[in-house]
């Protein structure tokens, strides 16, 4: 049972380069985010995805964009990198049956990217 | 609009000794509050939740968390801390747009 899985681990891009994180889950779960985790800001939102086929913006948006590929993968896509954007990304998926207090996230490990 | 302040970026403590991790919160509707934990290099797991009925919550490891509306908190706490407790603790709440708002974490060391 693989839960989240998140790929690459670890990648370093150089300022304007473009690259996707691939998020896959595998418990038929609804809902689908990805998150930035930085030091000192805990883990803000950057998109969501309520079910196959929608997505909407979170709290910090600008410089991403995300494809709901189908119910199992949710990818985020950075076209043209910026040092600001070196973080920890983590993907989460959620039955939200009953509402999100009903629902815990499931995370995935995590990608470490930096941006030179 | 809902948010969570933890107190203390980082808390050490012995082993053996109490463990108390502060979480205070702003909501303007009846909160439905979270912990979650992280350890080194891994996402986040639930600890425990309150969303409503009794105001102590027992979670896992033997972590636990107390509502007080009075107090606008929801500390966590740990009778006796183990090494492998060593983590980072985030408090969440969840806000109007039902999603969840994280605090800024808190690290917990413990020594031998």
């Known amino acids: 049972n693989a839960g989240v899985t998140q790929t690459p681990k670890f990648q370093v891009l150089k300022t304007g380069q473009s690259m996707t994180l691939q998020c896959a889950q595998d418990?038929?779960?609804?809902?689908m985010y990805w998150y930035r985790q930085d030091p000192g800001m805990g883990l803000r939102l950057i998109y969501y995805s309520a079910s196959e086929g929608t997505t909407d913006k979170g709290e910090v948006p600008n410089g991403y964009n995300v494809s709901r590929l189908n119910k199992r993968e949710f990818s985020l896509r950075l076209e043209s990198a910026a040092p600001s954007q070196t973080s920890v990304y983590f993907c989460?998926?959620?039955?939200?049956?009953?509402?999100?207090?009903?629902?815990?996230?499931?995370f995935g490990n995590g990608t470490r990217l930096t941006v030179t | 609009a809902q948010s969570v302040t933890q107190l203390g970026s980082h808390v050490s403590v012995s082993e053996g000794a109490l463990v108390l991790l502060r979480c205070n919160y702003s909501?303007?509707?009846?909160?439905?509050l979270f912990w979650y934990v992280q350890y080194p290099n891994q996402g986040l797991q639930l600890l425990l939740k309150y969303t409503t009925g009794a105001t102590l919550v027992k979670g896992i490891n033997g972590f636990e968390a107390e509502f007080k509306k009075s107090e606008t908190s929801f500390h966590l706490t740990k009778p006796s801390a183990h090494m492998s407790d060593a983590a980072e603790y985030f408090c969440a709440v969840i806000s109007n747009t039902d999603k969840l708002i994280f605090g800024t974490g808190t690290r917990l060391q413990v020594f031998p």
């Open positions: 989460a998926s959620s039955e939200d049956q009953g509402g999100p207090y009903n629902s815990p996230l499931h």
């Open positions: 418990m038929n779960h609804n809902s």
């Open positions: 909501s303007s509707v009846p909160p439905y």
